[in-house]
């Protein structure tokens, strides 16, 4: 007998499914500190939105696989 309400689909993000960006490239030549700073700052950043994305992912996973 088919059911009257239909299982909700499963739906994954499309935000978590994005790859983690790279390391920021640093130039071949002196760096003053303020830009080595910045450069330092956005490397931090790219490595924690990838943490916190592949977090995201693993929970996402199994919530769907449940």
């Not at 007998?1 to 994954?12: G, L």
Request: glycine share 4%; aromatic share 4%.
């Amino acid at each position: 007998m088919p059911s009257a309400v239909e299982p909700p689909k499963q739906h994954v993000d499309l935000s978590v499914l994005a790859e983690c960006a790279g390391v920021v490239d640093v130039p071949h030549r002196f760096i003053p500190y303020d830009e080595a700073g910045r450069l330092w700052a956005e490397d931090r950043r790219r490595s924690g939105d990838c943490k916190r994305r592949n977090h995201a992912k693993a929970l996402t996973i199994k919530a769907l696989t449940r």
